[in-house]
């Protein structure tokens, strides 16, 4: 009878799933050569190769492709059951991975981990930054973070923070001699800090008053996706820059940005935890949305925490 460790099996679901063998290692845990030398040894007792490698990608080979399909599910069920049994515990335990977007995560999730870590002391939390829209399941996500336009209508969500807002901010010196904006279509030409996603999305800048929206896309001298490196790049005087209200509180405070267009910028709903419905939940992240739901009561007229 072949003897095959169900570790490696798991391990070539990660590896198949995330075609890299770095990321796979991360996810399991794992070095990167000894996560390869498992799959080699995997290979050699199955005698089928599932797995095609070249410097720069891996892909499962049809066999691997089809050992995946069948794997994926069976793994699910197994990870049911061991949480069936964890569920009768007293102790909320084990791994918790969440997936979100940095500036819920700075903004709204940096505050909880701690307290939330320090009551559950036996759960082992990994958080992930990523703008794009993941598949959570698919990616081994017990839970993800979204803002509500881009909620997916079967997964159930909780609230995860109060309303924020974007804010036009620009360096005192940047505006002197300038003349005064007043609606957002005297920006078009006007130098701007850019926001680019590593997926090479650019996504406009949206005002809104009243009835009336208005959407622009911003041109200027510099395009990144680092809030810190825009805030200093604002600050000492390149461009506009459109960004979330919470990253510049400080600088608003301290003079460094002025705010413009105010009545252009309402709030909008704070982030939210999502989770899929149709599958069970693990203790450690029933544990978190409940510890989530207490936070948002004992914070609610708590504004965003400053970045430092």
């Given at each position: ?78 990870a049911d059951a061991t949480l069936d049994v964890r569920n009768m515990r007293d102790v909320p335990s084990g791994r918790l991975r969440i997936n979100g977007p940095e500036p819920a995560l ?47 209508q079967d997964m159930i969500a909780v609230s995860l923070g109060p309303p924020e807002r974007y804010v036009l901010v620009a360096a005192p010196a940047f505006l002197e001699g300038r003349k ?116 948002r009561k004992e914070h609610a007229a708590a504004t965003q925490p400053a970045v430092y």
């Open positions: 009878m072949l003897e095959v460790d169900l570790r490696d099996l798991a391990a070539f679901v990660a590896v198949a799933r995330q075609r890299n063998f770095r990321r796979a290692a991360i996810e399991q845990r794992v070095s990167a050569s000894s996560l390869s030398q498992r799959m080699r040894d995997l290979e050699e007792r199955l005698g089928v190769r599932l797995l095609n490698r070249t410097t720069r990608s891996v892909a499962p080979t049809e066999a691997g492709q089809r050992l995946l399909q069948r794997l994926a599910p069976a793994l699910r069920d197994v700075r903004l709204v999730m940096a505050p909880m981990v701690a307290p939330f870590l320090k009551r559950y002391p036996e759960i082992d939390l990994e958080i992930v930054a990523d703008s794009s829209l993941i598949d959570i399941v698919s990616e081994g996500f017990d839970a993800g973070i979204r803002y509500e336009e881009t909620l997916a005064r904006i007043k609606s957002p279509s005297e920006l078009l030409g006007q130098p701007c800090i850019v926001t680019r996603f590593r997926s090479g999305v650019q996504l406009p800048w949206e005002f809104r008053k009243g009835k009336r929206a208005v959407k622009i896309m911003p041109t200027g001298p510099l395009t990144a996706a680092h809030p810190e490196l825009q805030m200093r790049a604002a600050i000492d005087g390149l461009g506009f820059l459109m960004t979330f209200e919470g990253y510049a509180q400080a600088a608003i405070a301290s003079g460094l940005l002025v705010t413009l267009l105010e009545d252009w910028l309402p709030s909008f709903p704070g982030p939210f935890l999502y989770y899929p419905g149709r599958r069970q939940r693990p203790p450690s992240l029933t544990a978190f949305i409940a510890f989530v739901k207490e936070w």
